[in-house]
């Protein structure tokens, strides 16, 4: 009842304001980008090893993805390779696909970030580039020094100190509290790199809502919004832990993310000339309204589940409900999008850079919204929460959200620093189509059907017959599992190979910085 009221209401005020971006250009006179004559500061060009990080990352974490799918039908060993399974036990491999996925995914948006701000200012500050090779470093040293660090733990080698440089033991918040506070160190010297390069722009910018104002504000949320995180401790009651560990994961991950992604893209659009800058603002402030409106209420359906009041599973229900109409509404951007992607033609250069946004949009009304859809409903919810289908959910949202996002925004940001004879759209569509594919097979083919066995399972059984290993030994459930190797080989083969070939030889093709330091362009 309360969905539908709501939906009326916002389709009543989305088309009453004509809440949308609106073209900027004349049918027939689609924007002329010339990327030989874009400027390129050094800023700009470093942060191309920010994003050789961010496809290395996503290799590794696919794998042990794949290791991961494995372990649930032969849990003690790999095709006979038993080191494997010593090496990197269920649960290690599994904190590392979850959390390789959050940072390769944060430093895409951070390379991105750093990169549009001299955009912003219209010049490259002093020392610029220096900041930009610290901060590099720095995640490079996060990245290593956590990932031993939760292996050292996890194996239980780090005795009392497990917990600040080990494996703290929460999903989502595996790294340690020291390896925590890097993070957010890392953060708040990407936030003075973006600052130092926007502030002219801001002190220009009158309207404090406006859009290079929104783009601050959605880059101080980044590191702020972390902070919840250091809202427990060991001796915490468990209620208080998980409550905050939601904040990071449903607040942080897919509510600020989600603010920056939107921004950002406005900010893109308006940048290339497509939109018009007031109209953008106003929709832009329209999804934020959403999104965290219906958001932060909606984190509650996971409360019921830490011993809180039985309310939440009712309340948060609704509220991640309402969380599909602004995802349905990004469909409606979405086809402006692909409109915009046809008429440019072939001389429009972010062809593969679109097509990944469109990706996001989809999977935006499908796996975020849809499948969450199916899961928080609260007699479905009592039953399976946890389970198959809730996987399902996370890999339709991580990453076919938040990851084709990142994707799109790297290759944005690659497709103008890389001389654009050595680009190469065809693998990039090649690998399009094969992430696409081996993420709508995982779940179509694996994950969606043995969820649906779980949840009657756990109904005939109990939850925690639908959990014991003995349900995955059964032998429908163990062939669904078997069938996943072959979405799983298209993601890697088709999907992540041809866009790590494509990265990797675009390291050797930059562009040269044709900018100086403190030279204002435009």
Request: glycine share 8%; hydrophobic share 55%; charged share 15%.
């Amino acid at each position: 009842m309360v969905m539908i009221l709501v939906l009326g209401l916002v389709l009543y005020f989305y088309n009453r304001y004509r809440l949308h971006m609106q073209e900027a250009y004349e049918p027939g006179k689609f924007p002329v980008l010339d990327l030989n004559r874009m400027p390129v500061t050094a800023s700009q060009v470093k942060t191309a090893k920010y994003f050789l990080v961010v496809v290395l990352l996503f290799l590794i974490q696919v794998g042990f993805g794949a290791l991961l799918a494995h372990y649930y039908v032969e849990p003690n060993s790999f095709f006979g390779l038993d080191w494997i399974v010593k090496l990197f036990p269920f649960n290690i491999a599994k904190s590392y696909h979850l959390q390789l996925v959050i940072l390769w995914v944060a430093t895409a948006w951070l390379g991105m970030g750093i990169y549009v701000a001299p955009l912003v200012g219209g010049k490259e500050p002093k020392r610029q580039g220096v900041l930009v090779d610290i901060l590099f470093w720095a995640l490079v040293a996060l990245t290593a020094g956590s990932t031993v660090g939760e292996w050292l733990g996890a194996k239980g080698y780090l005795g009392n100190l497990w917990f600040w440089l080990g494996h703290q033991g929460w999903e989502y918040l595996e790294l340690g509290r020291f390896w925590q506070v890097l993070l957010v160190i890392g953060m708040a010297i990407w936030l003075f790199i973006v600052y130092r390069a926007i502030r002219s722009a801001l002190k220009k910018e009158t309207d404090k809502g406006g859009l290079t104002h929104l783009l601050f504000y959605s880059a101080i949320a980044v590191p702020f919004f972390y902070i919840f995180a250091f809202f427990f401790n060991p001796t915490t009651s468990f209620t208080y832990a998980d409550y905050w560990r939601w904040w990071i994961i449903h607040l942080w991950v897919e509510g600020i993310f989600e603010v920056f992604a939107v921004v950002v893209i406005g900010f893109l659009m308006v940048r290339m000339k497509l939109v018009t800058k007031e109209s953008t603002v106003r929709s832009l402030l329209f999804q934020l309204i959403l999104l965290l409106g219906s958001g932060v209420i909606g984190i509650g359906h996971h409360y019921y589940y830490n011993g809180s009041a039985e309310i939440w599973i009712a309340l948060g229900a609704v509220f991640s409900a309402l969380e599909v109409i602004p995802l349905t509404l990004l469909i409606l951007e979405a086809y402006d999008q692909y409109k915009m992607m046809k008429d440019g033609g072939q001389t429009f250069p972010y062809t593969s850079a679109f097509r990944f946004l469109v990706s996001t949009a989809i999977w935006n009304l499908v796996g975020a919204g849809v499948l969450g859809y199916l899961i928080n409903l609260p007699a479905v919810n009592y039953f399976m929460h946890g389970s198959t289908l809730t996987t399902a959910h996370a890999h339709g949202s991580m990453m076919g959200v938040y990851g084709m996002f990142a994707i799109a925004v790297l290759l944005y940001t690659m497709r103008n620093i890389v001389k654009p004879e050595q680009w190469n759209d065809k693998l990039l569509r090649i690998s399009c189509w094969g992430l696409n594919i081996g993420l709508t097979g995982m779940i179509v083919i694996t994950l969606l059907p043995v969820g649906f066995i779980q949840l009657k399972h756990s109904f005939d059984f109990g939850f925690w017959s639908a959990r014991d290993f003995s349900f995955y030994q059964q032998d429908t459930v163990s062939l669904l599992l078997w069938l996943r190797m072959i979405p799983d080989t298209i993601f890697i083969v088709a999907g992540i190979m041809p866009l790590v070939y494509v990265i990797v030889r675009s390291m050797f093709h930059l562009r040269k910085p044709n900018v100086a330091e403190e030279e204002t362009f435009e």
